[in-house]
């Protein structure tokens, strides 16, 4: 029997709390051809569950989008109150495709500081 899957890949993060941390991706074909993706809106969030009602936003940063680049800035503020194991994903969304479309998920680690 056939199946479709459309479950987003897993990348887990493993982060250091109170550090800020700057994570590039990629979007590319087959081939490695970079695919410009600056037609498309991204959101990302940290949850300590998948079910928590407060998330901690991941900037999306879009300045390279059209070269097939983005980054995920995630600042020291958000990394310093995390829990130690959190959910996260990204999606994004276009005007050609207006429903989310779950990227990218995973569970985040973040090992405590020790500097203060």
Do not use: E
Not at 12 to 18: P, R
Not at 31 to 45: M, P, Y
Not at 54 to 72: D, R
Request: hydrophobic share 40%; net charge neutral; aromatic share 4%.
């Amino acid at each position: 029997m056939s199946k479709v899957d459309l479950t987003p890949p897993i990348l887990d993060l493993n982060l250091y709390a109170g550090d800020g941390s700057d994570i590039q991706l990629k979007f590319q074909t087959p081939a490695g051809a970079l695919i410009n993706v600056s037609d498309r809106t991204f959101t990302a969030q940290i949850r300590k569950s998948r079910a928590a009602t407060t998330a901690q936003n991941i900037q999306v940063i879009t300045t390279s989008a059209a070269t097939g680049i983005i980054v995920l800035h995630i600042p020291a503020t958000v990394t310093a109150v995390l829990a130690k194991v959190s959910q996260w994903d990204l999606q994004c969304t276009s005007v050609s495709r207006p429903d989310p479309f779950t990227i990218l998920q995973g569970t985040v680690n973040c090992s405590p500081d020790v500097t203060h």
